[in-house]
């Protein structure tokens, strides 16, 4: 059993609690593989959630491999 502490109450219960959502929605509509589905759809839900960061990220990235040809051709 995990133990309520700031981490699990912040991050870890909320995910597990929309794995079981998505879980007994997807058994609810009698699909197949319901246990492997909902975790393709957490983990798309989550992507989407954290797109804007990844975005943010890989443009900090580009400028700064910008930066670095820039140095290298001076």
Known sequence: MLSPNFFNSVFVFPILNLLV???KG???LRIPGA????II???IFV???LNPFFKQQLETAK?????????VFL
């Not at 400028?63 to 140095?71: A, E, G, R, S, Y």
């Open 21 to 23: 959502l998505f879980y």
């Open 26 to 28: 997807l058994v609810f």
């Open 35 to 38: 246990f492997g589905l909902a």
């Open 41 to 43: 759809g957490l983990t």
């Open 47 to 49: 992507r989407l959630i």
């Open 63 to 71: 400028k700064m491999q910008d930066i670095k040809h820039l140095v």
